[in-house]
T-cell receptor
Framework: GAVVSQHPSWVICKSGTSVKIECRSLDFQATTMFWYRQFPKQSLMLMATSNEGSKATYEQGVEKDKFLINHASLTLSTLTVTSAHPEDSSFYIC??????????????FGPGTRLTVT | GDSVTQMEGPVTLSEEAFLTINCTYTATGYPSLFWYVQYPGEGLQLLLKATKADDKGSNKGFEATYRKETTSFHLEKGSVQVSDSAVYFCALSDRGGTYKYIFGTGTRLKVLA
């Protein structure tokens, strides 16, 4: 149980185009999903917290207009990188918290999406 | 604010050696603590967790004990295998309602045959 998928697993796009990454909770409902960015050999940086039916909460320094997040349902959140540039190339990882969470505050992570902007 | 500090890597060990990866935290409340493992090119997998003081999390031969008095959650394994080579992340989850995770910097482990 508690499986989170991401699609695509990797994507190459040209500079200036937009890319959408999907994060789905497959066997549970998630009112809260998180989007992280990971640079090579570095830790995860929380970009934003996505709440179903409301606007995402972005961490300081993350451009809201650059990284659009939509949490349209209890099983799907999307991250759209708009007008992508090479510096946006990174590994993007989402996680989800089970709405029936027992209180131990565990997040379930997706396998990640590698974005390369050329 | 809350933070997690992990020992610097990389850590290189021979197969069957004893492993310790140190993790300490600072938190204003009583966080839940986690160890995650990341294999090359993959996402994070939960290795073990502890939700209150003196809890011991264990999985696949790995153990960590939630030590409130020393604010630590050190990861240990008695006998590592080549397949344990990965990056290990210590994390805490705040209980203040945001459910955010704060990650340590990660420790790369390389086990040699």
């Amino acid at each position: 149980g508690a499986v989170v998928s991401q699609h695509p697993s990797w994507v190459i796009c040209k500079s200036g185009t937009s890319v959408k990454i999907e994060c789905r909770s497959l066997d549970f409902q998630a009112t809260t999903m998180f989007w992280y960015r990971q640079f090579p050999k570095q830790s995860l940086m929380l970009m934003a917290t996505s709440n179903e039916g409301s606007k995402a909460t972005y961490e300081q320094g993350v451009e809201k207009d650059k990284f659009l997040i939509n949490h349209a349902s209890l099983t799907l959140s999307t991250l759209t990188v708009t007008s992508a540039h090479p510096e946006d190339s990174s590994f993007y990882i989402c996680s989800a918290r089970d709405v029936t969470g027992t209180g131990d505050y565990e997040q379930y992570f997706g396998p990640g999406t590698r974005l390369t902007v050329t | 604010g809350d933070s997690v500090t992990q020992m610097e890597g990389p850590v290189t060990l021979s197969e069957e050696a004893f492993l310790t990866i140190n993790c300490t935290y600072t938190a204003t409340g009583y966080p839940s603590l986690f160890w995650y493992v990341q294999y090359p090119g993959e996402g994070l997998q939960l290795l073990l967790k502890a939700t209150k003081a003196d809890d011991k999390g264990s999985n696949k031969g790995f153990e960590a004990t939630y030590r409130k008095e020393t604010t630590s959650f050190h990861l240990e394994k008695g006998s590592v295998q080549v397949s344990d080579s990965a990056v290990y992340f210590c994390a805490l989850s705040d209980r203040g309602g945001t459910y955010k995770y704060i990650f340590g910097t990660g420790t790369r482990l390389k086990v040699l045959a």
